[in-house]
């Protein structure tokens, strides 16, 4: 497999135009079918999208959905079945536009988010909304860890973040104010697993689409042994939860109830995918560790795809990639794009309204937003940490430098920027643990259609900064797992050869890149050890639940 790395790094740098790629497919191909339907479940809309072998999109289909719903403040929840009906929807809308039919569609692949779990009964039936990876309720009652584990994670200073843990967990809160749901919980599912029990009857899930708190052994992408400490900080029980088959394996295959429901021919099979963000590393051509792959979606992340456990932090494990046996080492901005919507919400009506009357998309007035203010936001800084993480839990966010002649517009662009500063902290800590020189950045998601955010990208980073040809990574991703499982590329390298390629370039403007470092190294590096003592003073508040003494 490393041959084949070190094929497709010379493969990415070949200067070669498409029509010859196509002509090279031709020595690859064999008789399995050229289109590939993957479900792309996302949090803010699920899409249905059918690709060729070159990694064009034959046709589309999109809706949004409701990413949640909130009985109580921090909750985030959505009802199981609302997922499986939009999931029908969007593949019986794929057909209606008719571009494509079902009865060329011979296998499929699901890639979801991350992080939501169901409960189901023992007739497969939903107890309860899934929780959603957005919810931010914590518990505040669980069984204590065996005494030799608290010495452990006490040895290791690594008390706190287990503790976390277990607040986070929703198994332990359902357990603790719904100990009647959870005792009737057969089987414990993430939205993956949930989606492929709806489409094939098995409960079984792609190991690549496992991230989560439940317990899982990162290295070896199963479920973790009967001695390992997870077991012991949740209640959930192995018989709980599905079978774990490794990306570019069947699943099962389309029963006649999903047919139904779908359109799909019944019997065709379900190949395992992965989440995602880890299609998203896929599709946006990053298989080797030297390529950083750059999402701007609703949580920011950056990711690098290596052959062997790395952990990006001490104690973070990295994720599962969508190459089987292989990992993506992640550091995470939890909050992400997601503050691009926040912005809207809250500070950008005359922007939405302005959009409305003339029928166009409001980020493109919000771009004009960005255009208005110079490189640094004349001094204005924020730093991104709107939620925290396992490894910085007092992390709160913050916005220094304000002046009187800052406006609205300041206040966006420096958003934007310490997004970004926060990846390009997060590229250079990949590199140090990996011990690679990064030498590519791709960068994709929602927010990297804005070619004002790509070149702050690029300026920031001071490095080229790519944007994929499509947009749709995540759907291309599984796509080309699909291509391989289904022999129409023999291997990985090749299959991302011929369907992934660099759409836009953006070089770095030398007197932007220039100002950006100087904030970057004298600025926003030292901000956070600076404000973490007063962070930490809110966590505790928050912790105790009233003003410490």
């Avoid at 104010?177 to 939205?191: A, C, V």
């Avoid at 404000?531 to 003003?547: A, C, E, H, N, Q």
């Amino acid at each position: 497999m490393h041959v084949a790395l070190g094929r497709v790094r010379c493969f990415l740098a070949e200067c070669g135009n498409f029509d010859k790629r196509r002509m090279a497919d031709k020595d690859y191909m064999t008789t399995s079918p050229q289109q590939f339907l993957t479900i792309d479940q996302g949090t803010q809309s699920i899409r249905a999208i059918v690709f060729d072998a070159y990694g064009e999109i034959v046709d589309k289909a999109q809706i949004k959905i409701e990413s949640y719903f909130s009985e109580k403040a921090g909750w985030a929840e959505q009802h199981p079945d609302y997922f499986w009906k939009q999931l029908g929807d969007v593949c019986q809308l794929l057909w209606r536009q008719g571009k494509v039919s079902a009865d060329n569609i011979h296998a499929i692949a699901v890639t979801t988010q991350r992080g939501t779990m169901i409960n189901l009964d023992a007739q497969g039936q939903p107890l309860r909304p899934a929780v959603v990876w957005l919810d931010q309720r914590l518990c505040t009652s669980f069984k204590p860890l065996p005494w030799y584990w608290k010495v452990a994670f006490r040895l290791i200073g690594q008390t706190e973040a287990i503790h976390y843990f277990q607040q986070k967990a929703p198994a332990n809160w359902i357990a603790q104010h719904q100990p009647d749901i959870w005792n009737k919980t057969d089987k414990y599912l993430l939205l993956s697993g949930y989606l492929t029990y709806k489409l094939t009857g098995h409960y079984r899930d792609s190991a690549g689409s496992v991230v989560g708190y439940v317990p899982f052994n990162y290295r070896k992408h199963q479920w973790a042994n009967r001695f390992d400490w997870k077991w012991h900080v949740v209640p959930v029980k192995k018989s709980q939860l599905p079978d774990i088959v490794r990306p570019g394996d069947t699943l099962g295959n389309i029963t006649p109830e999903a047919a139904l429901l779908t359109g799909l021919t019944v019997g065709i099979p379900v190949i395992a995918s992965a989440s995602d963000k880890a299609c998203e590393v896929l599709g946006s051509g990053g298989i080797n560790p030297n390529t950083a792959c750059v999402s701007f979606g609703t949580t920011a992340t950056v990711n690098c795809n290596v052959d062997h456990y790395v952990e990006p932090l001490s104690f973070i494990p990295p994720f599962p990639s969508a190459i089987p046996g292989y990992f993506n080492t992640e550091v995470m901005i939890f909050r992400g794009f997601w503050m691009v919507n926040w912005f809207k919400e809250h500070f950008g009506l005359p922007e939405v309204q302005e959009a409305e009357l003339q029928d166009m998309e409001a980020e493109t007035l919000f771009n004009k937003l960005i255009s208005a203010v110079p490189a640094g936001s004349d001094g204005l800084l924020l730093q991104p940490y709107w939620s925290p993480g396992l490894k910085n839990l007092e992390a709160r966010g913050a916005m220094i430098g304000f002046s009187d002649h800052h406006t609205r517009a300041h206040f966006y662009r420096a958003m934007l920027e310490g997004l970004i500063y926060a990846l390009r902290e997060g590229t250079e800590l990949l590199s140090r643990r990996l011990k690679v020189d990064i030498t590519r950045v791709v960068v994709s998601g929602g927010g990297s259609q804005s070619d004002e955010v790509m070149q702050i990208t690029a300026d920031i980073f001071n490095m080229t900064i790519e944007r994929p040809h499509t947009y749709e990574t995540s759907g291309l991703g599984a796509a080309i797992q699909l291509a391989v499982s289904l022999g129409t590329y023999p291997d990985y390298p090749t299959a991302v050869h011929h369907m992934s390629r660099t759409g836009k370039v953006f070089h770095p403007i030398a007197k932007n890149a220039q100002e950006y470092e100087w904030i970057f190294k004298q600025l926003y590096r030292p901000l956070y050890n600076r404000l973490k003592p007063l962070y930490r003073k809110l966590f505790l508040k928050d912790s105790i639940g009233d003003t410490p003494r």
